[in-house]
């Protein structure tokens, strides 16, 4: 498949991934008593609102990161009332962690879908396990685009759940870990997140640490995908 196929499929995942993703957090912080991200139409498997909320992140970024280096990067935000937060930090942090819950929900409809593939004849197991590579057509066109897009569900999805849930600022993980202490607590180890200079650093860390942590979850993740293999 052509480098063009593979980028349109990348983003289309990418895309529907961010958007889930997002609308997670939205609606999760509905539930709880804000409804900045409601108001502000985050509450939606509607791409728009999310595109409209971060173009560079959603739309340039993405697209020029899988043009230049093959690999495509990017991010969404949703909005929260940092008042809300503050009154009420275990919400918030059941916020923060919507996201990745999210990303994981769709690895395993993606797996499920490659399952029930694979079992109808439509799919084949892979010659060779890779990012991009989770499941094998059994004929051309339209079986082959299929088992690109279910592969990259799974594979993008559990990147950006892990990758999220690495508690360094500005990273939901950041926040979700408020679930593990007290609410005073959590609007202390909060306030410190929130510094400017640590976000920086945290986004660096992260892309230091997730190859090393991907990487055995990935092969794990793979091995509940096909038990036969002994992965």
Known sequence: MDQLAVGIAWYVVFLL?????????????????????YE?????????????R???GMVLVPI????????????????????WARA???????????????NFALVVVAGLLIRGALASGMLTLPTGLGFTSLVGAAHGGVGQAVALFLSLLFSVNLLLAVLNLIPLPPLDGSSAIGLLMSEEHANRVQDLMEQPVLAMFGI?????????IFSPL???????LYPEFGL
């Not at 899988?66 to 008042?83: C, E, K, Q, R």
């Open 64 to 83: 020029l990161s899988f043009a230049l280096g093959g690999f495509m990067m990017g991010w969404a935000s949703a909005p929260y009332d940092p008042v």
């Open 88 to 102: 009420h930090p275990h919400r918030a942090a059941r916020m923060a962690l919507a996201g990745p819950a999210a």
């Open 54 to 56: 971060s173009p560079w």
């Open 204 to 212: 660096l860390g992260a892309f230091m640490l997730i190859d090393r």
């Open 218 to 224: 990935f092969v794990a993740a793979l091995g509940w």
């Open 40 to 52: 502000g139409g985050q509450v939606s498997l509607d791409p728009m609102p999310h595109l409209q």
């Open 17 to 37: 991934s961010t958007t889930v993703h997002e609308a997670a957090h939205a609606w999760v912080a509905m539930r709880g008593g804000d409804l900045t991200a």
